[in-house]
Each structure stands twice: as C-alpha cells, then as structure tokens.
C-alpha cells in the first residue's frame, strides 16, 4: 500500500510570507503528526492529529498550526516566516492515536527561508 | 515526561567491525522504547522496538537492542556493518500508552571502506 506522501518536497520562501504543507498519511490511519528538524535542534515535536481534532501539540509558537480533515490528510501552515524555519517538515500517520506500534513516516518537506 | 539522551553525535567505524549506538532514557513511567534509521534524503523508518516480553529486539538487517530497566539503556548493536547501514540513527520514547513520543539528537554512523 502506498506510503506517507508529503507535498510539495521542496520549497524556497522569503521572510514574513506563509506556508502550507500537505500530507497525506497510508490509507486506514487516523492519526497523523508532524516534526520539525533541524541540524541543530533535532526533531521537535509539532502537533497530532486523531479523527479531526489535534490531540496533542508541542512547545511552539502560535504561527505554528495545523488541522486535519475528514479522509484523514493533514495540512500544516506557518505565518510570517523566520529565517529559523528552515527546515525540513516530518509527517508521521499510524493506526491511532498513542498506539504502542510505530510511526510511519513521509520524506519529508524541505522548506528553505531566505 | 520523557527525554532520551544519546551521547555520540558521529560514530565512524569500518566495514564489517561491530558497532554499539548508545541510548539512555529518563522517565517516570514505564516506556516503550524505538529505534528509528534515517537514511539521506529520506524520512525515518522503524528500525526495532521493545514494548514488553524479551529486554532483546532484533530487526531483520542484523541489528539488536536490549533493553536494560536498571541502567535506563536501549543501546543498538550490530556484530558486523555495512557500507548500506550508513545513516541517521535516532532512539525515541514513547509512554505506557504509545503517547508522546520523544525521539533523541540522533546518532550519524558512517560506515567506512
């Protein structure tokens, strides 16, 4: 079956714009969320989202969100850009929310602010 | 909550000698334990996981993990690498109940000819 799908792989944008991410998680799974890496930050948790609502969300700013709709794809958005949002965008889909199996993860997209 | 240390940023090592990646947690509660491999360009895959039963995992590439209660430890192992085992290794956390996930800095092994 077809994997986590992340759009658009790649994107350049300039500071104070915004920015919209898609993932789309492996059919069946319900619960979606999404990490920020970065070299020097690792991956930090962003948000999760089960059956519409985010259930969980981690230590970021409010220029950070998300929603989630009913087939269960996810979009993630980011107003006015900071250069320290370079990075790439991590979307992970399992079965449920806080399951005890794994994350599947997309490749991810690579956002690059100039 | 959960934090997960892992001490090595660079692990450089040649092909076919054995490799230890070391992963030591903190937490208050009982946890699940992963490791997740991230080759270039990719996102992370599922390397192996300990949720109960055998404190030793083993993935289907080579790789164990044994999980050690006492020490706090998941390290991973693999008697003899590859030039293909090359990549990013991340040790994460998970609560009794799957939930919040925390993965740790990431270990880059480097497989050498």
């Known amino acids: 079956k077809a994997g986590v799908t992340q759009t658009p792989r790649y994107l350049i944008k300039t500071r104070g714009q915004q920015v919209t991410l898609s993932c789309s998680p492996i059919s069946g799974h319900r619960s979606v969320s999404w990490y920020q890496q970065t070299p020097g930050q690792g991956l930090q948790f962003l948000f999760e989202y089960f059956s519409e609502t985010q259930r969980n969300k981690g230590n970021f700013p409010g220029r950070f969100s998300g929603r989630q709709f009913s087939n269960s794809r996810s979009e993630m958005n980011v107003s006015t850009l900071e250069l320290g949002d370079s990075a790439l965008y991590l979307c992970?889909?399992?079965?449920?929310?806080?399951?005890?199996?794994?994350?599947?993860f997309g490749e991810g997209s690579r956002l690059t602010v100039l | 909550a959960q934090s997960v240390t892992q001490l090595d940023s660079q692990v450089p090592v040649f092909e076919e000698a054995p490799v230890e990646l070391r992963c030591n947690y903190s937490?208050?509660?009982?946890?699940?334990l992963f490791w997740y491999v991230q080759y270039p360009n990719q996102g992370l895959q599922l390397l192996l996981k300990?949720?109960?039963?055998?404190?030793l995992v083993e993935s289907i590439n080579g790789f164990e993990a044994e999980f050690n209660k006492s020490q706090t430890s998941f390290h991973l192992r693999k008697p003899s690498v590859h030039i293909s085992d090359t990549a990013e290794y991340f040790c994460?956390?998970?609560?009794?109940?799957?939930?919040?996930?925390?993965f740790g800095p990431g270990t880059r092994l480097s497989v050498l000819p």
């Open positions: 992970a889909s399992s079965l449920m929310s806080g399951n005890t199996g794994e994350l599947f």
């Open positions: 300990y949720l109960s039963g055998s404190t």
């Open positions: 937490s208050s509660v009982s946890v699940y």
């Open positions: 994460a956390v998970s609560d009794w109940q799957g939930q919040n996930f925390v």
